[in-house]
């Protein structure tokens, strides 16, 4: 489907216009006709009425950024895309199947769908025209939190915040039955692909690039990457939608509340044991600093037995968790 954007459209003022002067000039034809007993002028001033109520649907207002797919008898004629006051076809209809689809997102998301469809059924007036426009601004589409399995077989949840925008309306209108709700699955189906090919953290023999060595990627750790795969991933899925993915971003990223706890202690446990050995290799390096100190000054001379006593002492210093109290010998040292 090829977009026919209509621009030489913008005569709404000339129209409104003539439409008020044939309303000026049927009601004083009435007048004149009722006074003078003219059947034939009445009549006549009355079919120029309704002539003229029947041009006023062809009047259309867009504000920039707004567009309205149009159709005749089913047949699609064109899309006004740029803002001002236009006339067209007064027997043309406009169409948006998405135009009461509401997703967690911004933009035309509120109530003005609600309130609209409250006000026509208290007028009994037709305002679809004005439901209908597709907004051509960038939009955020915050979709729900989904648990995921990552390529370690741990579930975790995740959550991405999408921006996009229509750019082609003739392929959201026709080519997909609902373009929100589209764009929504395949942000869900994009999502899902790219996650089971990370781990949460970094692994090892994990390849997350396809190239067949393994690397340090993960969703935690290369979020900017993942972000940029989703939304290459989800432009693809939604190009025939007339849709351009401007970003996507992870806006939540955790584990499952089944296996958070466990994952929690693991963490706890890997960063212990982490301390643990910056710990011990500062001991051992500050123990063998202090026998070469003792050494080289000649201030005390110790055999192997002492060294080994010395070295295990200070071990239990330096490396204890709670502080050391020491029992001075205030005899021989043998």
Known sequence: MEERVLSKKKNGMAVLCGILLLYA?????????????????????????????????GLKVLKPQEALVLTLFGKYIGTLKEDGFYFVNPFCSTVNPAARTKLNQSGDVNDS????????KATGTNMEAYNNKISLKIMTLNNNKQKINDCLGNPVEIGIAVTWKVVDTA??????????????????????????????????????????LSDEGSLRGSSEIVAARIRGEIQKRVEEAGIEVVEARITYLAYA??????????????????????????AVGMVEMALERLSENHIV???????????????????????AQPIVNSGSLY
Not at 113 to 120: E, F, G, H, V, Y
Not at 179 to 190: R, V
Not at 264 to 273: D, K, M, T, V, W
């Open 171 to 212: 392929k959201a209108v026709f080519n997909v039955d609902n373009y929100k709700e589209f764009l929504s699955l395949q942000c869900d189906s994009a999502l899902r692909d790219i996650v089971r090919i990370y781990p949460y953290d970094v692994a090892p023999n994990v390849d997350t690039t396809g190239d067949g």
């Open 25 to 57: 000039v049927s009601i004083a034809g009435i007048y004149f006709g009722a006074v003078n007993a003219y059947t034939l002028v009445i009549f006549a001033s009355i079919l120029v009425i309704v002539v003229a109520t029947i041009l006023l649907p």
């Open 301 to 323: 001379e110790l055999d192997e037995e002492r060294k080994a006593a010395m070295v295990s002492n200070l071990l239990v210093v330096l490396c204890g968790n709670h502080d």
């Open 113 to 120: 769908a609600t309130m609209l469809a409250i006000a026509n």
């Open 257 to 282: 509340p089944e296996i958070a706890v466990v994952m929690l202690q693991r963490q706890q446990a890997s960063a212990i044991i982490d301390a643990r050995k910056m710990i011990v290799d500062g």
